[in-house]
């Protein structure tokens, strides 16, 4: 969520404030940069020095936590964005615009932390993404296209880990199915039709075994719904750990009538047919 925090802007100028009112300051922008670029701007440091956190916002003339609005402008006047302070953190609405007016970002935070829904755009007003936040913690995000269709949709944990994910054809039909344990990620995929394709469990990719490997039973259909093929999934081999079959698989033609039987080793070999 880089993209809609206040550190993304490159400050041109500071409109002159009043001494004994620092409640809003007006940045105009020249071009945006790195998130991290921000602080280091020398006409930003005019006004603010940054915490040793490096988010907290302190006032220079007076060292004091900042308590106010900063409004951003695009170097031809329209506005970019608003974000809200309190006692040198974000805090509240923040909202980032498109030069047209549109909005593109509208994020709320709490304590420093994200919370409740987000909305983020497209530059024409569709909705780009919808998600949720829990005291800093991602639980949910539903993308869209540009045109208004849903894409994708993902649910979080309460540590922000993934529990699951559904990617979608352009007619609103379930294109993969994921739902994620420990260890494993059962993934069914579908055709257009709304029967399933495949279906079965991948073992996690970890540091020694990536990418991600097929393990345990699997199931392959026919267009129609009938069963195709199904069987177990193991790793290993004679030369590496790639995928092998491993025990009993049954293949179907597409009446469901049994055609073919064969049996595997657990090194994938073929020993009985």
């Given at each position: 969520m880089k993209s809609i925090l206040v550190c993304i802007l490159l400050v041109t100028s500071l409109d002159t404030c009043k001494a004994q009112d620092m409640s809003e300051i007006n940045i105009t922008l020249q071009q945006p940069i790195e998130e991290k670029s921000l602080f280091n701007q020398e006409s930003f440091q005019q006004y603010f020095i940054v915490?040793?956190?490096?988010?907290?916002?302190?006032?220079?003339?007076t060292k004091a936590l900042f308590s106010g609005?900063?409004?951003?402008?695009?170097?031809t006047g329209e506005k970019f964005a608003e974000y809200n302070y309190i006692e040198g953190k974000q805090e509240g609405q923040q909202t980032s615009f498109y030069k047209n007016g549109n909005t593109k970002t509208s994020i709320f935070i709490e304590n420093g932390k994200y919370q409740n829904d987000y909305i983020i755009y497209y530059d024409n007003g569709n909705i780009e993404s919808v998600g949720s936040y829990d005291k800093g913690v991602h639980r949910s995000l539903i993308?869209?296209?540009?045109?208004?269709?849903?894409?994708?949709?993902?649910n979080n944990d309460n540590q922000g880990a993934r529990i699951k994910e559904i990617i979608y054809f352009d007619s609103g039909q379930i294109k993969t199915q994921k739902t994620f344990s420990d260890k494993y990620i059962y993934i069914i995929s579908f055709y257009e039709n709304g029967n399933k394709e495949y279906e079965g469990n991948n073992l996690k990719g970890t540091k020694m075994l990536n990418p991600v490997y097929k393990e345990g039973n699997w199931k392959y259909y026919y267009k129609n719904g009938n069963l195709k093929e199904e069987g177990n999934w193991g790793m290993g081999g004679r030369h590496d750990n790639s995928n092998i079959k491993i025990g009993v698989w049954k293949t179907y033609n597409e009446e469901g009538d049994l055609i073919k039987e064969q049996e595997y080793n657990n090194l994938g070999m073929i020993i009985k047919e």
């Open positions: 915490n040793a956190d490096g988010q907290t916002l302190l006032l220079k003339r609005k900063i409004i951003v402008q695009y170097p993308t869209y296209t540009q045109d208004g269709r849903k894409n994708t949709e993902v």
